[in-house]
């Protein structure tokens, strides 16, 4: 098994920043992608920003060029650095671990709630 932990939300203005981090533990050998989705109220879960072991990554047209993902293989951790925070940035924050052994699976955190203030 692998547990996640995300840390990092709260309540931000508009215009303001948030860095997230979630941190992988347990089984955490094969750990392959990292990635953030969130949830709005009465929306479905979206995918925010991915990336590889190696440092690929990928994000949502709505928030490029304003959040940032990183990780640190070393620390099992991966960051999403939010810039330039929108009210429509306003949901719960998963983390997602791909763990890849005999066969893929997916591991998610409980989530971090980020509210942006208009």
């Known amino acids: 098994q692998v547990q996640v932990v995300e840390s990092g939300g709260g309540l931000v203005q508009a215009g303001g920043s948030l860095r997230l981090s979630c941190v992988a533990s347990?089984?955490?050998?094969?750990?392959?992608?990292m990635g953030w989705y969130r949830q709005a109220p009465g929306k479905q879960r979206e995918l925010v920003a991915v990336?590889?072991?190696?440092?690929?990554?990928d994000y949502a047209d709505s928030v490029k060029g304003r959040f940032t993902i990183s990780r640190d293989n070393a620390k099992n951790t991966v960051y999403l650095q939010m810039n330039s925070l929108k009210p429509e940035d306003t949901a719960v924050y998963y983390c997602?671990?791909?763990?890849?052994?005999?066969?893929?699976?997916?591991?998610w955190g409980q989530g971090t709630q980020v509210t942006v203030s208009s």
């Open positions: 997602n671990v791909q763990r890849v052994l005999v066969g893929t699976k997916v591991y």
């Open positions: 347990g089984s955490i050998l094969g750990i392959n992608a």
């Open positions: 990336i590889s072991r190696g440092g690929s990554t």
